[in-house]
């Protein structure tokens, strides 16, 4: 590498963290996790009478503060164990709007994670947007933070296929790292009303939509060799402004694969002055989706982990009377700690119960 490239990539570099901490400083008095329940001056707000378009809403969003695009995959190893794998990209606005070079507003994170039995390997990057170094393009999709993708592959699908219908999904660090090919096998799945989600009794709320039907296989580059993998996978996209109210500190979410071919999604935001907000959403097999509230849905904490210093709950128990559903979540490997600049657990979780499956648990705050 000449001097040349080597002082343009250090600035670069250099340029893309101060972003990133600028934008923290801006959220140092922020309430929520991850500075989630501030105010949202200037930026857009979500929409309860939006109609989602596509492909349109599969791209980036600047007018909004923050947006994610969040793939996890349950994975059964040729070696007979099993696996989990997560690859996030997540857009933040230091100020709405989209502008090219140094002077773009946004800033982009990639987080990754692959968990085994044993072992948890993570991974973060950062980038500043408008310089090519991340972002998300349509026709054909692409999201990208540096090599890490999920690009769309349109060779051999149908006319009518959406573009998240197939999928490639690359990343590696200096430890680990995963190729797989993703095929949806349902439709997209709206959260809320028409993918108008509420977070919280004062009305906080993001535009929310998912895939949860993918079928995934490929290989995974381990400490001790490569290990080829098949199994079931599922994208969020999500996208808000303000999406916590100033008193949630955090949350617990769940996707659930179940073997009859349902889908669970529920979240659980816990509230330092009250009792934590439940909703979630029952996914049938053919991809219909009803909106779950309240009473429609319980998580109670069942048994906890000392992880990183703190205590975190990696036992669960899950109801939905409505759905005869009465299942127990346990972690597959309780020290799946992401130690990352904004810190969280997730980890993939096994299904027992009324249900039995597979499934993902994210909790942050803790």
């Given amino acids: 590498?000449?001097?040349?490239?080597?002082?343009?990539?250090?600035?670069?570099?250099?340029?893309?963290?101060?972003?990133?901490?600028?934008?923290?400083?801006?959220?140092?008095?922020?309430?929520?996790?991850?500075?989630?329940?501030?105010?949202?001056?200037?930026?857009?707000?979500?929409?309860?009478?939006?109609?989602?378009?596509?492909?349109?809403?599969?791209?980036?969003?600047?007018?909004?503060?923050?947006?994610?695009?969040?793939?996890?995959?349950?994975?059964?190893?040729?070696?007979?164990?099993?696996?989990?794998?997560?690859?996030?990209?997540?857009?933040?606005?230091?100020?709405?709007?989209?502008?090219?070079?140094?002077?773009?507003?946004?800033?982009?994170?990639?987080?990754?994670?692959?968990?085994?039995p044993d072992a948890h390997f993570h991974g973060e990057r950062m980038a500043r947007g408008g310089i090519g170094q991340a972002g998300v393009a349509l026709d054909p999709f692409r999201a990208w933070i540096d090599e890490w993708e999920m690009t769309a592959e349109g060779q051999g699908a149908p006319p009518e296929a959406d573009a998240l219908d197939r999928l490639r999904l690359s990343a590696t660090t200096p430890r680990i790292g995963y190729d797989l090919t993703l095929r949806a096998e349902g439709p997209l799945v709206f959260h809320g009303r028409d993918g108008y989600s509420v977070k919280s009794e004062d009305g906080q709320a993001s535009h929310?939509?998912?895939?949860?039907?993918?079928?995934?296989?490929?290989?995974?580059?381990?400490?001790?060799?490569?290990?080829?993998?098949?199994?079931?996978?599922?994208?969020?996209r999500e996208w808000s402004s303000q999406p916590l109210s100033e008193s949630q500190s955090g949350w617990d979410w769940i996707s659930l694969h179940l073997e009859d071919g349902a889908k669970l999604m529920a979240f659980r935001l816990r509230d330092r002055d009250g009792p934590p907000f439940l909703s979630g959403t029952w996914i049938a097999p053919d991809g219909t989706a009803t909106p779950m509230h309240g009473p429609d849905i319980a998580m109670t904490p069942r048994g906890t982990a000392r992880v990183a210093g703190r205590t975190v709950p990696v036992a669960w128990r899950v109801e939905a009377p409505a759905r005869d559903l009465d299942v127990t979540l346990r972690a597959r490997n309780p020290d799946a700690w992401m130690d990352l600049n904004f810190a969280y657990w997730e980890g993939p979780v096994a299904v027992s119960g009324t249900h039995t499956g597979a499934g993902y648990l994210e909790m942050t705050g803790y």
């Fill in 1 to 116: 590498m000449n001097a040349e490239r080597w002082i343009l990539r250090a600035v670069r570099r250099a340029l893309t963290v101060c972003a990133l901490v600028a934008g923290l400083a801006a959220g140092a008095a922020a309430q929520g996790f991850a500075g989630l329940g501030t105010e949202a001056e200037g930026f857009a707000l979500p929409d309860p009478d939006r109609t989602l378009e596509f492909p349109r809403d599969h791209g980036a969003h600047p007018a909004f503060r923050i947006e994610w695009w969040y793939l996890t995959a349950n994975l059964e190893g040729a070696d007979g164990r099993q696996y989990g794998v997560q690859w996030t990209l997540f857009r933040s606005a230091l100020a709405p709007g989209a502008k090219e070079g140094w002077t773009s507003p946004q800033v982009w994170i990639g987080h990754v994670g692959l968990t085994t």
């Fill in 208 to 236: 929310y939509y998912s895939q949860p039907f993918y079928r995934a296989e490929g290989t995974l580059a381990l400490p001790g060799g490569d290990v080829g993998v098949t199994g079931r996978a599922w994208l969020d």
